[in-house]
């Protein structure tokens, strides 16, 4: 049986909401940019060099005892993130972006759970951990 948990739920909301915006973006007038790069469009032609940390940083997770732990909420934005993210990649051969601010690169949803959940975990490590 299936049982999903709180950080499941976090980690689908995120999938859903950042494709669901992405879908209806475009219907009310933003532009969509297609980024073929990893982060601020570098190195488009390697991308298979984020998938190694990715997958290592799974495996490390799935082995560990960080399900009973505040690391995982921030973990599960960092894999929501990235797993609509690669679905775009996957489907549009690209990311898409649509959120634009002066001086900022395009950026979607998944962009900002990734970078949230990066930044907790930073903030974990550097004034919570024990």
Known sequence: MLRVTR?????????????????LVPKLGFEVVFNKGIAFGLFPDFLWVMFLPLVLLAAIVYRSKLHLSLITYHLSLIFGGGLSNLLDRLWFGAVRDWIKFPLIPTFNLADLAITLGFLLLVYHFLFQAT
């Open 7 to 23: 950080y499941g739920l976090l980690f689908f909301l995120i999938v859903f909401l950042d494709q669901a915006s992405k879908f």
